[in-house]
C-alpha cells in the first residue's frame, strides 16, 4: 500500500494547524522569532507540497528525483528545528501566565506539539522516498525479471 498520500494530506493538515497556532503567537506577541520561523515553514511546506503533488501529474519534465529528495530533506529539517525551538521557548518565563500571555504560552505548545507530528510526517515520507529510490537503483523497480529475460531471448 502506498502510504505517502495520506502522508501528504497530513502534512497539509499539519502545517495548516501550525500556521494558525504560530500566527496567533505572533501576532499576540508582536515579536516571537520561533513561532515567526514555524510560520515561515508552514508556508515553505505549501510551496513544497505544492511542487510535489502537481509536478508528476502535470509537469513531469520538471519532476526530478533528486530536488523531491532535496525538497523533502530541507522541509524535515525546518520542522524539526521549528518544533525545537519553539518547544525550548515556552520553557522560559517570556510568558507571564495571566490573560493573553498564558493564552499564548498554551498556543506555542501546541504549535509545538503539531510541528513535532509534522516532522514526524515528513521524516516518514523522505525515509519512504529513500527507500524507494534505493530499490530503483537495485533494480526491484516494479519489473518482472523473468518478463525480462523472455524479452531479450
Given at each position: 500500500m502506498?502510504?505517502?498520500?495520506?502522508?501528504?494530506?497530513?502534512?497539509?493538515?499539519?502545517?495548516?494547524?501550525?500556521?494558525?497556532?504560530?500566527?496567533y503567537c505572533v501576532d499576540a506577541l508582536g515579536t516571537y522569532p520561533e513561532a515567526g520561523f514555524l510560520v515561515f515553514t508552514s508556508v515553505w511546506t505549501f510551496i513544497v507540497?505544492?511542487?510535489?503533488?502537481?509536478?508528476?501529474m502535470y509537469y513531469p519534465q520538471m519532476h526530478?528525483?533528486?530536488?523531491v529528495v532535496g525538497s523533502e530533506s530541507v522541509t524535515m529539517i525546518f520542522w524539526f528545528a521549528g518544533f525545537i525551538a519553539i518547544a525550548d521557548s515556552t520553557k522560559i518565563s517570556r510568558f507571564v501566565c495571566f490573560g493573553d500571555g498564558c493564552r499564548v504560552l498554551?498556543?506555542?505548545?501546541?504549535?509545538?506539539?503539531?510541528?513535532?507530528?509534522?516532522?514526524?510526517?515528513?521524516?516518514?515520507?523522505?525515509a519512504l522516498i529513500i527507500h524507494a529510490l534505493i530499490e530503483y537503483r537495485k533494480g526491484g523497480h516494479g519489473v518482472d525479471a523473468d518478463a525480462e529475460a523472455a524479452a531479450r531471448a
Amino acid at each position: 500500500m502506498n502510504f505517502i498520500l495520506p502522508l501528504r494530506i497530513a502534512q497539509a493538515l499539519f502545517s495548516l494547524l501550525v500556521l494558525g497556532l504560530a500566527g496567533y503567537c505572533v501576532d499576540a506577541l508582536g515579536t516571537y522569532p520561533e513561532a515567526g520561523f514555524l510560520v515561515f515553514t508552514s508556508v515553505w511546506t505549501f510551496i513544497v507540497l505544492a511542487y510535489l503533488l502537481v509536478t508528476p501529474m502535470y509537469y513531469p519534465q520538471m519532476h526530478s528525483r533528486w530536488v523531491v529528495v532535496g525538497s523533502e530533506s530541507v522541509t524535515m529539517i525546518f520542522w524539526f528545528a521549528g518544533f525545537i525551538a519553539i518547544a525550548d521557548s515556552t520553557k522560559i518565563s517570556r510568558f507571564v501566565c495571566f490573560g493573553d500571555g498564558c493564552r499564548v504560552l498554551h498556543c506555542a505548545k501546541a504549535a509545538a506539539a503539531f510541528a513535532c507530528f509534522s516532522w514526524l510526517a515528513w521524516t516518514a515520507t523522505l525515509a519512504l522516498i529513500i527507500h524507494a529510490l534505493i530499490e530503483y537503483r537495485k533494480g526491484g523497480h516494479g519489473v518482472d525479471a523473468d518478463a525480462e529475460a523472455a524479452a531479450r531471448a
